[in-house]
């Protein structure tokens, strides 16, 4: 595949991908292995939506990662392993080594029932295995729908319901840190609520004591053992899924986006080698899990794609020091480094001495995904982790998009701190007002829509398709939504501001106030309450719950704990509160509207000015608000 290399080649490449969108991207396609190539290459429409891309080709998206690479660099390694404990071994799998194991394990889930279409759900750690199930899953045609092993057994059924997976694989546990995480047991009860799944393959990663339930429980070895390491990639249409991934709205349950298969790996391939600038033979190291989309994108699908070596790395940064990051960089002599300003913000807050005797030589590149990185952690990443010497990637995307949209091209376009700059080939990116109109020029700021379709875009919300068209194209027409806002500036870069609507980005993950809300109502002693978002220095936003609780409460503290375990049984820990207020009543209108803007501002500390109030049902809730925030 053509690198861009030069600013000219940029602007170039970016002209044609506008003029002749479709003459670009089949240029770009040409680069795969097809066992049959598009008839057309974009049909679409904004309305219904419907969006095919390369509609009558056929391929398998694991022959262009695994099959291609084995027969020209068998021994060159896909995937670095690095555990949560450093004295525990690491391992290196060439790509031959991931072929086979894939398709082991695809002959393991032929056995046992896996076909093509059929969703099965993936909830692992950071393992190699999380990489092996989902591309065999891939090469057989099934569609994963991997869920971050940080997400509770309540969500893990409600995922498991929503997508009717037949098959879910686990592990028996994991160390994030020091910390345990018994997995197995979570699926166990998350399977009381789950009525579909036939299966549960489970990984002994640890030999942890689990109980197996006969007939549905089965073990990963149990059922590779013998198992060929030939197995023959399924033949999926273009527009064929190939997986769902669930993000949080600003309303209801979580959504499963489904990306297909064409488009998608034309496009993380295409957008990891140009962003990353990527290298042959060079080292990639991604920290997101691959259970949130980062993961899926580059560190799997889009580095394998190139042929390149990725690091999957099990444990935590500060674990068991906060230089972990750094000496994986060292030890594996990582050249790109891909990881979230809440990392950054969470380092940098132990100073320098955390990169004593560490060399970080081998970095060329760093990037940065998931949240706007304010100046001083883009400054701190750009002098002490990449010395002065690598450009900052500032990545701007989402789960929708399915790869980055808006992005420096490392060593190519000019930075500027905290700008994702400017967009890739073949991204159309448009600024509106309140009321739909385009904003033109430079030096404005509105919200962030894109005009023309991309090849790794979501194509629908797993069955409900009509909440696809109204989340995402209904609020502007022939315009898809991203739900951030964005400005412009001078030289025609942007910078995203962050959400319009009501998703708490909390240490970069997406979090949805509705659902927090939804999990806080089932406190018995819990009547209503109002989830916000304030800025925290460490995790870009901190979530803010205002409750209304049937009787007063005595012991307050009491309550605060269980309404935070409430959050934790529901979604996860990760999405607990940082605060929480008891507080006698809500901003409501009088059409019983929550007023939340009234709520951000006690949650910013920012009560100067709280605006009309007047047409409150009950103004003098907000005094009594203000008396006891915290
Ligand atoms: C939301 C998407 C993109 C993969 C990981 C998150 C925010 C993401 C940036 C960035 C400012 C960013 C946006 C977006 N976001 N990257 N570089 N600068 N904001 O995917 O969980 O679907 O979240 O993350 O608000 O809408 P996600």
């Known amino acids: 595949m053509q690198q861009i290399k030069t600013w000219e080649e940029y602007k170039s490449a970016y002209l044609l991908s506008t003029a002749e969108p479709e003459k670009f991207w089949a240029a770009v396609a040409d680069n795969f292995e097809w066992q049959k190539k598009w008839d057309s290459v974009l049909q679409w429409n904004f309305t219904e939506p419907s969006v ?50 894939v398709n082991q394990f695809c002959n393991a889930l032929s056995k046992i029932g ?38 509770s057994s309540a969500s893990v059924a409600d995922r498991i319901n929503d997508s009717g997976c037949s098959f879910i694989i686990t592990a028996d546990a994991f160390y994030r840190g020091e910390k345990k995480v018994e997995l197995k047991k979570i699926v166990d009860e998350a399977l009381t609520q789950a009525p579909t799944i036939k299966h549960c ?19 990963w070895h149990e059922i590779t053992k013998n198992c060929s390491n030939n197995f023959l990639p399924e033949p999926m249409n273009a527009e064929d899924p190939l997986f769902i991934l669930y993000t949080s709205g600003s309303t209801g349950k979580p959504k499963g986006l489904l990306h297909t298969t064409a488009g998608y790996m034309v496009y993380t391939a ?24 980062t993961g899926h994108s580059y560190l799997l699908y889009g580095a394998l794609l190139n042929g390149a070596t990725t690091v999957m790395f099990e444990g935590i940064p500060t674990y068991p020091d906060h230089g972990r990051f750094w000496d994986i960089v060292d030890k594996h002599q990582v050249n790109i480094l891909y990881t979230a300003p809440t990392a950054i913000r969470s ?70 701190p905290a700008f994702a700059t400017l967009p890739l080939p073949g991204v159309q990116p448009v ?26 875009m979501a194509r629908t919300v797993y069955g409900n398709h009509e909440r696809f068209r109204q989340t995402y194209f209904s609020t502007y027409s022939n315009l898809y939504f991203t739900g951030d806002g964005c400005r412009r500036d001078d030289d025609g870069y942007y910078r995203i501001t962050g959400r319009v609507d ?72 990760f999405a607990k509160p940082d605060k929480i207020q008891v507080v006698p009543g809500l901003p409501k209108t009088r059409s019983g509207k929550i007023m939340r803007r009234i709520l951000r501002k006690v949650a910013e500390r920012d009560t100067s000015n709280l605006g009309d109030t007047t047409t409150l049902l009950d103004p003098a809730v907000v005094d009594a608000i203000l008396a006891g925030s915290k």
Not at 272 to 282: R, T
Not at 376 to 385: F, L, Q
Not at 531 to 556: N, R
């Open 52 to 101: 095919k891309w390369f509609e009558g080709a056929v391929s398998n998206i694991t022959q262009n990662c695994l099959d291609r690479h084995t027969e020209t660099s068998p021994d060159a390694i896909s995937i670095i392993w690095e555990p949560n404990n450093p004295n525990e071994a690491s391992q290196k799998i060439s790509y031959r080594e991931l072929l086979h194991s």
């Open 114 to 151: 896996v076909r093509k279409g059929d969703r099965v759900c993936i909830y692992l750690p950071m393992i190699p295995e999380a990489a092996i199930a989902m591309l065999a899953c891939a090469r057989m045609g099934a569609v994963h729908s991997v869920v971050f092993a940080g997400f």
């Open 201 to 219: 393959v489970v990984f002994n990663h640890r030999s942890e004591q689990i109980t197996m339930q006969p007939q549905r429980d089965v073990w």
């Open 270 to 293: 295409f957008t990891f080698l140009n962003v990353f600038n990527y290298q042959n033979g060079e080292v990639f190291f991604c920290t997101a899990d691959v259970g949130w989309v």
């Open 347 to 416: 380092l940098e807050t132990y100073g320098i001495k955390i990169f004593e005797n560490k060399k970080l030589t081998s970095l060329r590149v760093l990037g940065s995904v998931g949240e706007p990185i304010n100046e001083e952690a883009w400054h701190w990443y750009h002098t002490h982790v990449g010395k002065n010497k690598c450009d900052i990637v500032d990545t701007w995307w989402q789960t929708e998009t399915g790869g980055i949209l808006i992005s420096p091209i490392a060593t190519v376009t000019p930075l500027k």
């Open 431 to 456: 600024l509106v007002d309140e009321s739909g109109n385009e904003i033109q020029g430079n030096n404005v700021a509105g919200n962030l829509c894109i005009k023309f379709p991309w090849p790794g």
């Open 502 to 573: 009501d998703v708490i980005n909390v240490s970069g993950h997406r979090i949805g106030t509705g659902e927090v809300e939804n999990a806080i109502d089932e406190h018995p002693l819990v009547i209503e309450s109002a989830v916000v978002g304030y800025p925290h220095d460490v995790k870009g936003q901190a979530l803010y719950a205002f409750v209304i609780c049937t009787e007063k409460i005595s012991d307050v503290e009491k309550l605060v704990a269980e309404v935070r375990e409430v959050v934790a049984q529901k979604i996860g820990s």
